[in-house]
């Protein structure tokens, strides 16, 4: 696979600091890969995800998607944020297809189809303050494919979810990225959510903020919580977290019982 992200030496320093928050980021993400950024709060995983964004220039250093400079947001690098932030004055369908209404283009037809593999079609004409949470992120993630994005970044999306309809996003993005062939980067404090989502796990330490191990997650495609090889997985970045940041409260581990694997599993 070809080169989707790439960042340069990354380093940044806000002003009036005196130790920079990222130092040195080099890394590169393949075409179609999903990647994982681990860390305690602080170390700069959301700043970095930012840069690739183009929602923030690096002080050092540069960030490419496909060969291209990012210098500012663009259609073809979206990210979803903790909150959904959809308007209450628009319908369902108008929500999602905002960026294409951006960009001068009414395409009924891809609303239509992306309402559905969210499976939200006869939501189309609802208010979104009547949706649950869950369904408001399946709206915003409908929103970020709409413009046919290459990649998707993730800052958090889930974190304010219950566990069932947290888990059942997380199995749904990564199934409609892998299905869209998309490149996707996350920022999580959840070591499961890592494990359930990412082909690789970037972890990082903080002051200055900066790559210091990885892991490569060899598991199958979907899934499968309530397994001894799943569970492994996740023992096992827990322990290279501690090994390399050394032992704190983050990231979460939340192993579950298997009553409560299954049931989300079943949450819509």
Not at 212 to 227: H, M
Request: aromatic share 4%.
């Amino acid at each position: 696979m070809t080169d989707s992200i790439r960042t340069d030496f990354i380093s940044h320093t806000f002003k009036g600091q005196t130790v920079p928050t990222l130092q040195d980021i080099d890394v590169t993400i393949k075409a179609g890969e999903q990647v994982a950024l681990i860390g305690r709060s602080g170390c700069g995983k959301s700043t970095l995800l930012h840069m690739l964004a183009g929602l923030l220039m690096p002080s050092e250093g540069c960030v490419r998607i496909h060969g291209r400079q990012v210098t500012r947001p663009s259609a073809k690098w979206n990210m979803m944020f903790q909150k959904p932030s959809l308007y209450p004055w628009m319908t369902v369908a108008d929500n999602v297809g905002l960026g294409l209404a951006f960009a001068g283009r009414k395409e009924p037809e891809r609303v239509a189809k992306l309402l559905g593999m969210i499976g939200l079609s006869d939501k189309a004409d609802a208010n979104p303050q009547s949706l649950s949470g869950g369904q408001q992120q399946r709206v915003a993630l409908a929103r970020s494919l709409a413009t046919s994005p290459e990649t998707l970044l993730l800052d958090e999306p889930f974190s304010a979810l219950d566990a069932f309809t947290r888990s059942a996003l997380q199995d749904e993005v990564s199934r409609i990225a892998r299905q869209e062939g998309l490149s996707m980067v996350m920022v999580t404090h959840d070591i499961e959510e890592a494990v359930a989502m990412a082909d690789r796990v970037l972890i990082m330490a903080a002051t200055p903020g900066r790559i210091v191990g990885e892991l490569r997650v060899e598991l199958p495609f979907p899934r499968i919580r309530a397994t001894p090889e799943f569970s492994r997985q996740r023992e096992l970045l827990m322990t290279r977290f501690e090994q390399l940041v050394g032992g704190d409260t983050e990231p979460e581990a939340k192993p579950a019982p298997e009553a409560e694997q299954s049931k989300d599993r079943e949450a819509a």
